[in-house]
């Protein structure tokens, strides 16, 4: 049966998000846990990116963007997609706003902010995070707010509409 979590205190300046667990347990083990994703992306630093993503991500890690043709794969390309959109939007930010937990799969709804090449966004997605035993192996990002096409095409993978 799932629980709710109670939300962090607000007053504190913890962003407020509703979690949800498949069990009482949580089956993470190692460095990755659901709530690192918003202390990563409420201010994102790219010294932290390069030191945290080698010590959670399995060599084997894909990340798949929104509006690419093909994901990265490996830490350091990981690592590096990360840091090019940190570089395209310097002041990108990402809020939680829910998750949920089931086994290794866990999933992030999440609001972003920043300053784009045409403005400033705000973009809404999800995150879907596969992590065996605390480990990122798989991170499929679903947005379609333009943004990430303008960072598609910066990257130099743009897929074309369908």
Not at 34 to 55: C, H, Q, S, Y
Not at 72 to 97: M, N, T
Request: aromatic letters at 10%.
């Amino acid at each position: 049966m799932p629980m709710a979590k109670s939300p962090p205190n607000e007053a504190a300046g913890t962003p407020q998000f509703s979690a949800v667990m498949a069990s009482d347990e949580s089956p993470v083990h190692g460095p990755y846990r659901i709530e690192d994703w918003g202390k990563t992306w409420l201010n994102p630093n790219k010294d932290r990116v390069l030191a945290r993503v080698p010590a959670i991500a399995l060599p084997e890690i894909s990340g798949y963007w929104p509006q690419t043709t093909r994901p990265v794969r490996g830490p350091q390309a990981y690592a590096k997609r990360i840091i090019d959109l940190l570089d395209f939007i310097p002041d990108f930010r990402a809020e939680p706003i829910e998750c949920a937990t089931n086994g290794d799969v866990m999933f992030v709804r999440w609001i972003a902010r920043g300053t784009g090449p045409k403005g400033p966004f705000e973009a809404v997605g999800v995150d879907r995070i596969i992590a065996p035993n605390g480990y990122v192996k798989e991170n499929l990002i679903v947005s379609d707010h333009p943004i990430f096409a303008d960072f598609a095409r910066h990257v130099g993978d743009f897929r074309s509409s369908w």
